[in-house]
Nanobody, 115 residues
Framework: QVQLVESGGGLVQAGGSLRLSCAAS????????MGWYRQAPGQQRELVAD???????NYADSVKGRFTISRDNAKNTVYLQMNSLKPEDTAVYYC?????????WGQGTQVTVSS
């Protein structure tokens, strides 16, 4: 059993910052990658950023230069530092972990950016 617990969402004004955290517990012996996706109302879920076990990262073009993903392997935790937030960043943010080539998802955390 694997559980992903997210925290850090909330309401922030445009230009502000938030930091999301996602901690994996359970059978986490082989985490290949962890990442963040988001889904706005009426939109498809999209990749925001992910980080592989070796540290390589991948970002959506819309967040490059504003968001930073990082990972604490010892704690099986991934973070998403979000700066210069825009109203279009408003969405439910989901953590995803690829563990032994199986995808696990968190419950989602709401991020709302007011203009």
């Amino acid at each position: 059993q694997v559980q992903l617990v997210e925290s850090g969402g909330g309401l922030v004004q445009a230009g502000g910052s938030l930091r999301l955290s996602c901690a994996a517990s359970g059978s986490t012996f082989s985490i290949n990658s962890m990442g963040w996706y988001r889904q706005a109302p009426g939109q498809q879920r999209e990749l925001v950023a992910d980080i592989r076990r070796g540290g390589g990262t991948n970002y959506a073009d819309s967040v490059k230069g504003r968001f930073t993903i990082s990972r604490d392997n010892a704690k099986n935790t991934v973070y998403l530092q979000m700066n210069s937030l825009k109203p279009e960043d408003t969405a439910v943010y989901y953590c995803k972990a690829d563990i032994a080539w199986v995808d696990y998802w968190g419950q989602g955390t709401q991020v709302t950016v007011s203009s």
